[in-house]
């Protein structure tokens, strides 16, 4: 259930003109498709109709059953939609009517800051890789959707494929058939010996995640849906979804300073006698 005060449900169904039954300007495959393209969710799903048939009735059902985040990004959807809308039939507005407007992008925004994982922007779509992609984005469509553990084979996947590129882009041997730990370790170890790594700490910590990675492997294959498994309840998937994008992350934030450090060391190698000037 969204956090949704009587005040901001008062804000919301003026600026979306629900009073009738109606939201905007949609018919009811309108409503449907726009609510599809935005979030990927079917608003006709019987769980929507319990207070009514109307869109504004399934409009507030939506507000008790989905979470934060991907009701506010919901809300920011219809917002941008008004002001389309708006500019493209040239209506007039008033203070009152953008001040509301304003009050419903707060409203907007603050939902949207409660995404389960906090560090879900690190799963990232690459231009060149559309099997990459795909993948990413499906990742973080369960996520908006607050569904980790339907995403825990998809999120093993992606981290794979993640290390496997790292580890050719640093000329780490690793073989076809090792498993996700085996390739993360190679890599640990790497950074660790390039001294990437500057407090002990870091290190033992990166070295027990191999440990960690290593029960991915069990939980990918035992405990999601990869095969016909009973899957992981909801608490512990957000657990590890949580603790792998953060992991991600700091392999990433090492990734750019090795970059940095590349990037220095080929401009200091050219040779300036070269140079036509």
Same mark, same amino acid.
Not at 81 to 87: F, M, T
Not at 208 to 219: G, Q
Not at 230 to 236: D, F
């Given at each position: 259930?969204?956090?949704?005060?009587?005040?901001?449900?008062?804000?919301?169904?003026?600026?979306?003109?629900? &009073?009738?039954?109606? *939201?905007?300007?949609?018919?009811?495959?309108?409503?449907?498709?726009?609510?599809?393209?935005?979030?990927?969710?079917?608003?006709?799903?019987?769980?929507?109709?319990?207070?009514?048939?109307?869109?504004?009735?399934?409009?507030?059902?939506?507000?008790?059953? &989905?979470?934060?985040?991907?009701?506010?990004?919901?809300?920011?959807?219809?917002?941008?939609?008004?002001?389309?809308? *708006?500019?493209?039939?040239?209506?007039?507005?008033?203070?009152?009517?953008?001040?509301?407007?304003?009050?419903?992008?707060?409203?907007?925004? !603050?939902?949207?800051?409660?995404?389960? /994982?906090?560090?879900?922007? *690190?799963?990232?779509? *690459?231009?060149?890789? !559309? =099997?990459?992609?795909?993948?990413?984005?499906?990742?973080?469509?369960?996520?908006?959707?607050?569904?980790?553990?339907?995403?825990?084979? !998809?999120?093993?996947?992606?981290?794979?494929?993640?290390?496997?590129?790292?580890? &050719?882009?640093?000329?780490? /041997?690793? @073989?076809?058939?090792?498993?996700?730990?085996?390739?993360?370790?190679?890599? /640990?170890?790497?950074?660790?010996?390039?001294?990437?790594?500057?407090?002990?700490?870091?290190?033992?910590?990166?070295?027990?995640?191999?440990?960690?990675? =290593?029960?991915?492997?069990?939980?990918?294959?035992?405990?999601?849906?990869?095969?016909?498994?009973?899957?992981?309840?909801?608490?512990?998937?957000?657990?590890?979804?949580?603790?792998?994008?953060?992991?991600?992350?700091?392999?990433?934030?090492?990734?750019?300073?090795?970059?940095?450090?590349?990037? @220095?060391?080929?401009?200091?190698?050219?040779?300036?006698?070269?140079?036509?000037?």
């Amino acid at each position: 259930m969204a956090d949704l005060s009587y005040q901001d449900k008062r804000y919301l169904e003026k600026m979306f003109e629900m &009073e009738g039954g109606y *939201v905007l300007d949609f018919s009811n495959r309108t409503f449907h498709d726009f609510i599809y393209d935005s979030i990927k969710i079917n608003i006709e799903e019987d769980k929507y109709y319990k207070n009514g048939e109307s869109k504004a009735r399934r409009l507030r059902a939506f507000w008790d059953f &989905e979470s934060n985040y991907i009701v506010g990004l919901l809300i920011e959807n219809f917002l941008e939609y008004w002001l389309i809308q *708006v500019n493209m039939n040239e209506r007039k507005t008033n203070d009152a009517l953008e001040r509301l407007h304003q009050e419903c992008t707060k409203i907007s925004m !603050r939902l949207k800051s409660d995404i389960i /994982v906090s560090e879900i922007d *690190v799963i990232q779509e *690459v231009e060149d890789d !559309r =099997d990459f992609s795909l993948l990413a984005k499906s990742i973080r469509e369960s996520i908006n959707k607050n569904e980790p553990e339907v995403a825990l084979d !998809r999120l093993h996947t992606y981290v794979m494929k993640f290390i496997r590129q790292l580890c &050719e882009n640093h000329s780490i /041997v690793i @073989k076809k058939d090792e498993s996700l730990n085996a390739i993360f370790g190679k890599y /640990v170890r790497f950074i660790v010996a390039k001294n990437k790594i500057e407090s002990e700490m870091t290190a033992r910590i990166l070295k027990y995640s191999i440990h960690v990675i =290593d029960a991915f492997n069990d939980i990918r294959n035992n405990r999601s849906l990869a095969h016909d498994n009973q899957i992981l309840n909801y608490s512990e998937s957000l657990l590890i979804f949580n603790n792998v994008t953060n992991s991600l992350k700091f392999i990433m934030s090492i990734e750019e300073t090795i970059n940095m450090e590349n990037k @220095k060391v080929e401009s200091k190698s050219v040779d300036w006698e070269d140079l036509p000037f």
